[in-house]
């Protein structure tokens, strides 16, 4: 597809996953900045923190002790924002369906990537990435397969930007009796388009982008990163798994060393871009745990990372954005092209 004549002019492109559109605006990067500029994010310094809530052996803020562990570590989340098992009871309006609300039962895990206070995914071995992954995919097949919890988010807020609390590497797990609005509008998408064409919307997705190349960020044999078409934040990605896998627990072996080697590629990528901790949510996206097959689903992850032109220069989601439509100024072909030149060397290794 030649994107030619679009090229310098104002545009929407679709996103069949939540079936919304965004606004591109690639005239109007060259504007004048001089808004808010954030601080720089740096890593700590130091490999254990006495007074880090995640290191080995150290007291949480709930009052619970860590144990010494030597490589991950999960535990429910003193402060969960979910409850187990409650009872079923929803409230209503009674006729007009205008105030409807209903409990939602759940559990909410952190996942302590490391030991070690002052590495990030990018900075630590395949090995250990590996391990991290099955972790997630335990977590995901035994929080799954419990009666009510019917989808299994699992994400990672990373640097003060994102509202993240700690340097030390970590991650959350919040599992749910009800699959939440994101996952809910791509697994409608999904189900629609496997109905429709018997095929996965992002296996044919994924034919396409491997046949353009302009957005693929980095790829190996099981995994590969794009730019996706209708990205909303600047350096957006969608990790995508080649293979029509539904969930992390379903990947191989080999599978798994390649998802740690994208992720750690994909994350070395992002630093290197403007040398900085970059900050980001991830999360996947994977099949609902409602115990139905879901032959729909294809297993991917979102990188939504918010700078724009700086290490401390972000993208504010705001005004238009907010009440009308997300807009992004550079095209995703050139966020891509920016990824791709930035090193797989970590500057700081
Ligand atoms: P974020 O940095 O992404 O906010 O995740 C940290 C989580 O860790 C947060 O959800 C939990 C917070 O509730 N937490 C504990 O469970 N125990 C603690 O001692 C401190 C923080
Ligand atoms: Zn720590």
Known sequence: ???????????????????????????????????????????????????????????????????????????????AALQPDLPNVTVEDGSKNLLIATTESGICRVVCFSPRHDLTLAQMANHDIAGIIDLWAEQYRSLGSLPNINHVQIFENRGAMMGCSNPHPHGQIWATQTVPNEPRKEHESLSDYWREHRRCLLCDYSELELAAGERIVCENEFFFAIVPFWAT????????????????????????????DILKRLTTRYDNLFQTSFPYSMGFHQRPTDGNDHAEWHFHAHFLPPLLRSATVRKFMVGFELLASPQRDMTPEFAAEKLRESPEQHYLL
């Open 1 to 79: 597809m030649e994107l030619e004549g679009l090229k310098g002019k104002s545009h929407r492109r679709y996103n069949p996953l939540t079936r919304d559109w965004i606004l591109v605006s690639p005239n109007r990067t060259e504007r004048p900045w001089q808004g808010q500029t954030e601080k720089l994010a740096h890593s700590s310094a130091l490999t254990y923190d006495p007074d880090c809530y995640l290191c080995p052996g150290n007291a949480r803020a709930g009052g619970l002790r860590n144990p010494a562990y030597a490589t991950n570590f999960v535990f429910d989340n003193d402060f």
């Open 233 to 260: 934040w600047p350096f957006e990605t969608l990790l995508l798994s080649k293979r029509h896998v539904a969930d992390i627990d379903t990947l191989g072996a080999a599978e798994r060393v390649g998802l740690a």
